[in-house]
């Protein structure tokens, strides 16, 4: 299964401003994110995404006349707070919504969402071993990698993540991607507090940081470029 990690960034690597205003894509790069929609069998993204942007995450841009399928939407949610009046939700009966939940999401707000058309996953993090060695509390994350394999398993095979910062970084720190495509526009925003390309914790020392291959580069008539890079790491 191929996962491609997919975001458009400021030259300072903001992926949104300090309001949280995400609008960096020019229509010519919707264009290319759509086209990656179209070859996808799932879009992910995290609950953040969907709180802040309110996305359809639909194909639009580049549509056949015939209509192309859209590609499953799984939102990683750990405790099912997606909002009842997003645009997800509202379509989840025209389209295949998953909610990957833990064992903490509330069961009142698991069954309104059923009621709605979205089908729940419970994933929990780890193994009670390794939530007792790493001093977590029992379902608190959704395990990425048992959510990837179930999804391999169900013959799914190509991931596209349109996540934020914290989505990233579970990804990347997983080593769970094999291709990251950014298109860095012209703009500078800045901004301590604006998200960034990948949050969390980051890795401490240069040494320990996710090496990765550039595969090619694309420049754009209106300045924005395109960097496509693939992960030489995972096994």
């Not at 992926?15 to 995400?22: L, Y």
């Not at 707070?81 to 909610?99: C, D, G």
């Not at 090619?216 to 693939?230: A, C, D, P, T, V």
């Amino acid at each position: 299964m191929k996962i491609i990690l997919n975001a458009a960034t400021s030259i300072d690597g903001k992926i949104a401003t300090i309001n949280g205003d995400t609008k960096i894509s020019s229509v010519l790069d919707l264009k290319r994110v759509h086209g990656l929609r179209s070859k996808s069998d799932v879009i992910l993204v995290g609950i953040s995404t969907v709180i802040n942007d309110d996305p359809s995450l639909t194909i639009r841009y580049g549509m056949n006349k015939q209509g192309t399928k859209n590609p499953i939407r799984i939102i990683i949610d750990s405790k099912a707070r997606i909002p009842l009046r997003s645009k997800i939700v509202k379509t989840a009966n025209q389209i295949e919504t998953r909610l990957v939940v833990t064992s903490k999401a509330p069961s009142k707000n698991l069954k309104k969402l059923e009621e709605r058309g979205l089908k729940i996953m419970t994933i929990d993090q780890g193994t009670e071993e390794d939530k007792e060695d790493k001093g977590e509390n029992n379902g608190e994350k959704v395990d990425l990698k048992k959510l990837f394999d179930r999804l391999e398993k169900e013959g799914v095979s190509n991931v596209l993540v349109e996540g934020g910062g914290e989505t990233n970084w579970s990804i990347i720190k997983n080593n769970l991607f094999d291709e990251i495509i950014i298109t860095i526009s012209p703009l500078i925003i800045g901004g301590k507090k604006a998200i960034s390309l990948v949050g969390g914790e980051g890795y401490k020392t240069i040494n320990e940081s996710l090496k990765i291959k550039l595969l090619r580069l694309q420049k754009k008539s209106n300045g924005e470029i395109i960097l496509h890079y693939k992960n030489i790491n995972k096994k």
